[in-house]
């Protein structure tokens, strides 16, 4: 099995929102392999799409890019897509982990209230045709309840993260990591904007 490219930074949310609320199951030994195998079965689907955006991506690397800011219209685009989109792939990714009503409880309370300040936004297009192929951005993020933010931790923490998005394809974690960014975003975008921690 092909290894998922997950950025770090989701890890502590899947922590959060999915394993916190089952973690009585993981002190049962006896169940422990089986949940274990459920949760890999689980998993297939966000597999396929990593793979997916990983194939993606290598395509794209062996094409010529260009690389431009973002004009007004497609930093609406990119703003609206998250917003709409992001708690959906948090869900897909979160999904295999979430093994109790309660676990999908938690997932549900915890997965909203985002709002996010982009940092940098660029297009990505074919540098021979100057065909749009799809939109890096870099972003913070914080979580609000009740009109106020919610208390940042570092497992909480979504500060100076990537993601590439296209007009025709849903959302995807999977184009956060390292590789991808570097691949289809350039090295320079991942340079100038990553997190100065890493």
């Keep these: 099995m092909k290894k998922a490219l997950v950025s770090i930074t989701f890890l502590p949310i899947l ?8 973690n009585h199951m993981w002190t049962q030994t006896a169940n422990s392999v089986g949940v274990l195998a459920e949760i890999l079965n689980d998993a297939n689907p966000f597999l396929e799409e990593s793979n997916e955006w990983e194939a993606y991506g290598i395509k794209m690397a062996q094409q010529d890019l260009s690389y431009v800011p973002a004009n007004s219209a497609e930093q609406a685009f990119v703003s609206k897509k998250m917003d709409q989109e992001y708690p959906a792939a948090i869900n897909r990714l979160a999904a295999a982990f979430t093994r109790t009503d309660k676990a999908r409880e938690e997932l549900a309370r915890e997965n909203q209230g985002y709002r996010f300040k982009y940092n940098h936004v660029i297009t990505v297009k074919d540098k021979k045709t100057q065909q749009t192929i799809g939109y890096c951005a870099n972003y ?3 979580r609000y309840r009740e009109g106020k933010i919610l208390p940042e931790t570092d497992k909480t923490r979504i500060r100076k993260d990537f ?23 350039g090295e320079d975008f991942y340079r100038k904007y990553k997190d100065p921690r890493e």
């Design 140 to 142: 913070d993020g914080d």
């Design 15 to 22: 922590y959060l929102a999915a394993c916190s609320a089952s």
């Design 163 to 185: 993601v590439f998005m296209t007009q025709d394809k849903p959302l995807s974690l999977t184009t956060s990591n390292k590789t991808f960014i570097k691949r289809v975003c």
